[in-house]
């Protein structure tokens, strides 16, 4: 009961104060067990307004920040997702409730084994999680998405992950430095064409192996 409970209040309080209104979305958080992805000493900080950490510089996203990612792509159910940056599998168990098949590459090894771990026992299905450093040669392989969704920052837009995007493909990706960083949606229009719009302000640990621009010298 304490459970549904505090699940109720992080629907009604965190995720809704934060704008996230889409009714599927809403519901996709209702349904998919968040406990079941955090780590059992924040077990009852699981529906916290909280990033929970993960080990290293690793984080789970606070749930209102996973909810406006999954508001902001809008995955449909024929549509193939790529995330980077898999964590808890709390987000990919979330993407794959609406999407056709979720592909998740997550650079350390030992948080890839408990993701999927966690996404097998939450009876996901379409989610599979490799163990892979996104910037590897060959990594992202020669397939497009329809949804790609960063869960590191970036210094700037990366041209490596915008190229796999479909026609109609939805990028999320939070671009900046600290303290203040801006979450973007770049969308590929049926032409080829690029629009990147600036959806939120948040800040996000940046994304391991991610090019950084030269430091300002005197």
């Known amino acids: 009961m304490q459970t549904e409970i505090a699940r109720e209040q992080m629907i009604h309080q965190q995720l809704r104060a934060w704008h996230v209104l889409d009714q599927t979305v809403l ?25 929970i950490p ?10 209102k920040v996973a909810g406006r990612i999954v508001q902001a792509v809008a995955p449909q159910p024929t549509d193939r997702v790529l995330e ?24 350390r090894e030992d948080l890839a084994k408990t993701a999927a771990e ?29 949804v790609i969704v960063l869960t590191g920052s970036l210094p700037a837009r990366d041209a490596r992950f915008e190229e796999r995007l479909a ?8 671009l900046g430095s600290g303290p203040v960083m801006e979450a973007s949606l770049v969308t590929r229009a049926a032409d080829g064409s ?4 600036e959806i939120f302000e948040t800040v996000l640990r940046p994304l391991v192996g991610a090019p950084q621009p030269p430091a300002f010298r005197f």
């Open 84 to 107: 980077i940056g898999t964590g808890s599998g709390h987000l990919s168990a979330c993407l794959a409730a609406h999407a056709c098949s979720v592909r998740s590459l997550e650079i």
């Open 118 to 146: 966690n996404l097998k026992s939450a009876g996901v299905r379409n989610a599979a999680v490799e163990h892979r450093d996104a910037y590897a040669p060959e990594a992202l392989g020669n397939g497009v998405y329809e």
């Open 54 to 63: 993960l080990g290293g510089d690793d984080h789970m996203l606070a749930p």
């Open 194 to 197: 690029l629009t990147c719009t």
């Open 167 to 174: 026609p109609g493909g939805r990028l999320f990706v939070v």
């Open 27 to 51: 519901d996709t958080f209702a349904r998919v067990p968040r406990e079941r992805f955090v780590p059992p000493a924040y077990a009852e900080v699981a529906f916290a307004d909280t990033e």
